[in-house]
């Protein structure tokens, strides 16, 4: 994942990354994603993203299944084993692209590393200090 270069962004970069990663689309670039999930009425810079509702739109697109979750860490951890997803937390204010699991976390593809101590790896005591989670996963 390549950082991103506007603090809003996120949202934008890790769509990209997953239609990339999914094979969706091989040749996406963030410029393409930001178009198609709707900047500025569903992603600007003053509010970054609006409705996750805009991401799924976007993965519909592609012709899959994509589907919204508020999630439990039990429920997180099963999807992210078994499919491709975007991650946010309403109090981390930061969406990520999702690798899989890494041992006893998730393993993410962050364009902000660091930013509020999580690198490429949320463990449980991240989704408690940071709670509010929501997932955009590809249904299989």
Known sequence: ???QLRSW???ICATDWLVRAAGLNPYSTREQVAVQIGYP???DEWSG???TQCIVNVLSDYGVEARQEWVSWERAYQLAGETAYILNSTSWYHF???RGVDGPGLW????????Q???EHVDEADWYR???WQMVYLVR
């Open 108 to 115: 993410v593809a962050n364009s902000a590393l660091g930013y």
């Open 49 to 51: 993203l609006k409705d």
């Open 1 to 3: 994942m390549a950082p």
């Open 9 to 11: 962004t996120c949202s």
């Open 96 to 98: 990520v692209g999702g």
């Open 130 to 132: 940071l709670p509010g």
């Open 117 to 119: 101590g999580i690198n």
């Open 41 to 43: 009425s569903c992603v």
